[in-house]
């Protein structure tokens, strides 16, 4: 199993960098901000090209789409601020049902071709994921909140507890499910609560650790591209900036300040190419890769946060401003710390578990 | 490659060490970690067996091994807990400069005694007015006939009163910018003129800083290591070794303080307990990520593309060993008070963001060399 990226995964990597320079500057996440209709067009480029197949995985390895794909282009779509429903329906909804096999075959061919899907895992009052819905006599029904990409999605892909044991349930948007959407930090990626009584399209029992996992991956691979981006536009910005006769880059207190940012980059990006590379590789134990999973999940919203919190103090006053992109990052990063499990909930979690363990 | 594979080769090495080992060596292990004569043998065994520089030549106390699977070899050898190195310096850091710089002379004289450890070696580095500006130094070598006379003094000079030799970086050119007019010359501590003078340690310590006065030492001319006034590009080529073991050293420390907080009563019974449980979980991530971060560093290396990530080891890795001992002490409440095994950890944790470039000077190298911030 690798940890870094192999060639081709750079050349994808490469490939998507291009069409999003070119095709999504974070200008596009702006207009998203007050338009509710301008991620569409963004979004048919991302289904042309293909990405949401990510989706999808099959049998043959050669062929498929590893987690690790999966981790190239949603950091890139993280790092361009793309208002595309990337993460929230193939990365989050399909990523839960990744393991889920044949009974979701259907459900992911669907998300695959571009039909957007959200995940609500997020019980009123809980900080770490968990189940929010019950399933009884053939329903699904149940309340979950801050569901991300939901005012954009047809499927909903939640947890529900059953007499036996957690299921995965999908429910099409419609009767039934009652979409309450409100303002939010970063309403280019609008999310919204949920209430659901509804009949579900496809059932299939799952292990919620392992479940979970590729979501949170998921979620760590758009916040590293995001901490990576705000890094590079402080440190653009630290090299022209000039007071007191010279660039404010070469003060110390800026300059160990994005070397610490750096680090925070660096450490997320690590765990979170080893979490992928952890999860595509069958030897890997459920908690071993949940545990891993959580890290790169924790460490990469650290470092979104804090590559944006320092990106705007380096900015100064400019980044107050709506004009100035610095805000779209650190909506967004704020935004994808509190989904799936804040960082210091994450990191207790995975301590505890440590702690509990056989020495 | 491969990430955390137990390939045939690391079992042949786990097998070796096993056998080395005295049996009770992991009960005793608190007793056995300062067993200067274990470790001195486990030196010279490691160097037969081919197990010391494992990318190095049978000759030279390796097996000619690819990068990686010495990488695998050193975290073995580290989850082992192996015994230290009792001259860390030696085989460490002036090994690879005698072997990348050194004249085919020197490396016949020197480098099998260096890696037997039958001859120790100190740095001779910093000085009272140069410290992180390593290039500021002032210790004066001026050519006379076919040898140099040195004047100067040498400090925080780790181990000089058990070692036969030094990495003795002098200036030969007080003309030239200061980077440019370093040389690095092989001193032997037996001459003539040196005064060394151990220095008590803050901490029980076997690594013994010294004063190293210089007072018109002559240094043979063909004791040159490299070109010269090229001495510092020996020091950063000998320190960047450095580094890049650094951080697994680093990385088993944590491991054995992860499990320390683990294995605490505190942890378990005391009402305040659950408040370890997210540091805990920060420094497990800091822990992966060093791993990860070395790993995909050489893979980076390996296919050719640079590894800028690699300059983040020592920064994390240095600062993460010193917050796990913190939290150590946290986890055992008062009885962190008569722990000295957990002082000696603390103090020596607290070096680790010193030596070898302290993290002020890595951070600049990060600014500088890597996001390509100004210099100051």
Redesign the interface.
């Known amino acids: 199993?690798?940890?870094?990226l192999n060639?081709g995964q750079l050349a994808l990597r490469d490939s998507v960098r291009d069409v999003l320079r070119a095709e999504c500057p974070p200008a596009i996440a702006r207009q998203a901000m007050t338009d509710p209709d301008r991620w569409r067009t963004v979004w048919k480029t991302v289904v042309d090209l293909g990405w949401s197949e990510l989706a999808v995985p099959t049998a043959d390895r050669d062929s498929s789409f590893g987690r690790m794909d999966l981790t190239v282009v949603l950091e890139e779509c993280g790092a361009a601020l793309a208002p595309v429903p990337l993460l929230s329906s193939v990365g989050l909804a399909a990523g839960l049902l990744r393991l889920a096999g044949p009974a979701v075959d259907d459900v992911l061919a669907e998300i695959g071709s571009g039909v957007v899907a959200a995940l609500a895992v997020h019980p009123p009052g809980h900080r770490l994921p968990a189940v929010p819905m019950t399933l009884q006599d053939g329903r699904v029904y149940g309340r979950a909140v801050a569901v991300p990409g939901l005012p954009r999605a047809e499927l909903v892909v939640t947890l529900a507890s059953s007499s036996e044991g957690p299921v995965a349930a999908v429910v099409r948007v419609g009767d039934g499910v009652t979409v309450h959407e409100a303002e939010c930090t970063d309403p280019a990626q609008p999310v919204a609560d949920v209430e659901v009584d509804a009949q579900p399209i496809a059932i299939v029992p799952v292990d919620l650790d392992s479940a979970l996992a590729t979501p949170l991956v998921a979620a760590a691979a758009d916040l590293v591209g995001v901490a990576g981006a705000a890094l590079e536009r402080a440190?653009e910005y630290?090299?022209t900036r000039q007071q007191f006769g010279?660039?404010i880059?070469?003060?110390?207190g800026?300059?160990?300040a994005?070397?610490?940012n750096?680090?925070a980059l660096?450490?997320?990006?690590?765990?979170t190419?080893?979490a992928a590379?952890r999860l595509d590789d069958p030897a890997t134990s459920v908690a071993a890769g949940w545990?891993?999973a959580a890290?790169a999940k924790?460490?990469a919203a650290e470092a979104a946060v804090g590559c944006g919190r320092t990106a705007v103090q380096v900015h100064g006053a400019l980044a107050q401003t709506w004009e100035h992109d610095m805000h779209l990052y650190l909506r967004h990063a704020w935004q994808g710390a509190s989904t799936l499990g804040d960082s210091?909930a994450?990191?207790?979690?995975?301590?505890?578990r440590?702690?509990g363990?056989a020495? | 490659?491969?990430?955390g594979?137990k390939t045939d080769l690391v079992a042949e090495y786990a097998a070796w060490l096993t056998g080395f080992l005295p049996n009770d060596y992991y009960e005793r292990y608190r007793e056995y970690r300062w067993d200067i004569g274990l470790r001195r043998a486990h030196q010279n065994a490691a160097f037969e067996a081919g197990w010391l520089q494992p990318t190095w030549s049978p000759a030279h106390g390796g097996r000619s091994l690819g990068l990686a699977e010495a990488m695998e070899i050193r975290l073995e050898a580290a989850m082992r807990s192996a015994p230290k190195l009792p001259n860390v310096a030696g085989p460490g850091v002036a090994a690879p400069g005698i072997r990348q710089f050194g004249t085919a002379a020197q490396i016949d004289r020197l480098l099998v005694p260096l890696l037997r450890g039958d001859e120790w070696w100190a740095l001779g580095m910093s000085e009272p007015e140069a410290g992180s500006d390593f290039a500021g130094l002032r210790t004066r070598a001026v050519r006379d006939g076919d040898m140099f006379r040195v004047k100067g003094r040498k400090i925080w000079t780790t181990q000089a009163h058990q070692s036969r030799w030094c990495t003795l970086y002098a200036r030969t050119d007080p003309d030239a910018p200061k980077h440019r007019g370093i040389s690095c010359l092989i001193l032997d501590l037996e001459s003539p003129g040196v005064t060394i003078e151990p220095i008590r340690m803050a901490s029980i310590s076997d690594e013994t800083f010294c004063e190293v006065i210089l007072d018109d030492v002559e240094i043979p001319a063909d004791s040159l290591l490299g070109p010269v006034n090229g001495g510092w590009q020996v020091a950063m080529s000998s320190l960047n070794h450095e580094r890049q073991m650094i951080w697994i050293m680093n990385w088993v420390e944590i491991q054995r303080g992860?499990?320390s907080?683990?294995?605490s009563q505190a942890?378990?019974d005391d009402y305040a307990?659950?408040e370890?449980?997210?540091?805990?979980?920060?420094l497990?991530?800091?822990a992966?990520?060093l791993?990860?971060?070395g790993?995909?560093a050489l893979?980076?290396e390996l296919?050719g593309r640079p590894s800028p990530?690699a300059d983040?080891l020592k920064?994390?890795g240095s600062q993460t060993l010193q917050r796990v001992w913190e939290l150590s002490a946290a986890a055992a409440g008062p009885r962190s008070i008569d722990d000295t095994d957990l002082l000696f950890e603390r103090q020596d944790a607290l070096a680790a963001t010193i030596y070898g470039g302290t993290s002020?000077i890595?951070?600049?190298i990060?600014?500088?060399r890597?996001?390509?911030?100004?210099?100051?």
């Open positions: 199993m690798d940890v870094g060639s440190i630290a090299k010279k660039p880059g070469a003060f110390q800026i300059k160990h994005l070397a610490d750096y680090v660096q450490r997320a990006r690590g765990l190419y080893a590379a545990n891993a890290l924790a460490a210091r994450l990191y207790h979690a995975v301590g505890r440590f702690a363990s020495a | 490659m491969s990430y594979l992860l499990s907080v683990r294995d942890t378990h307990s659950g370890v449980f997210a540091e805990l979980g920060s497990l991530a800091d992966e990520a791993r990860a971060t790993y995909r893979n980076n296919a990530e983040i920064l994390l002020e890595q951070r600049n990060i600014a500088e890597l996001l390509g911030l100004p210099k100051g």
